[in-house]
Nanobody, 116 residues
Framework: QVQLVESGGGLVQAGGSLRLSCVVSGSIFVADAMGWYRQAPGTQRELVAVITSGGSTNYADSVKGRFTISRDNAKNTVYLQMNSLKREDTGVYYC??????????WGKGTLVTVSS
């Protein structure tokens, strides 16, 4: 069974940094595109960043220059390095992955809270 497990969320002051990780459980599964989405209270879930298996990336305009998505294909893991965090970055961050031959999956989310 495919599972995506996120970690690395927490409370940080504005201007600080956090690094999120998401691992796809089970070495038999191969992840194609992987990405991070977030949802703030009262808002819809929105794309933060995506990365293909070949390393091509795309970012939301609001995080360009501050966030970096990367992946380790050998570990089936995707990362999100978040720098210069702002209060508006607060939300639940969800990992998403296209698992080859199995479909699209979501993690349960990890909470990021940025205080002023």
């Amino acid at each position: 069974q495919v599972q995506l497990v996120e970690s690395g969320g927490g409370l940080v002051q504005a201007g600080g940094s956090l690094r999120l990780s998401c691992v796809v459980s089970g070495s038999i599964f191969v992840a194609d595109a992987m990405g991070w989405y977030r949802q703030a209270p009262g808002t819809q879930r929105e794309l933060v960043a995506v990365i293909t298996s070949g390393g091509s990336t795309n970012y939301a305009d609001s995080v360009k220059g501050r966030f970096t998505i990367s992946r380790d294909n050998a570990k089936n893991t995707v990362y999100l390095q978040m720098n210069s965090l702002k209060r508006e970055d607060t939300g639940v961050y969800y990992c998403n992955a296209d698992i080859r031959l199995h479909g699209n999956y979501w993690g349960k989310g990890t909470l990021v809270t940025v205080s002023s």
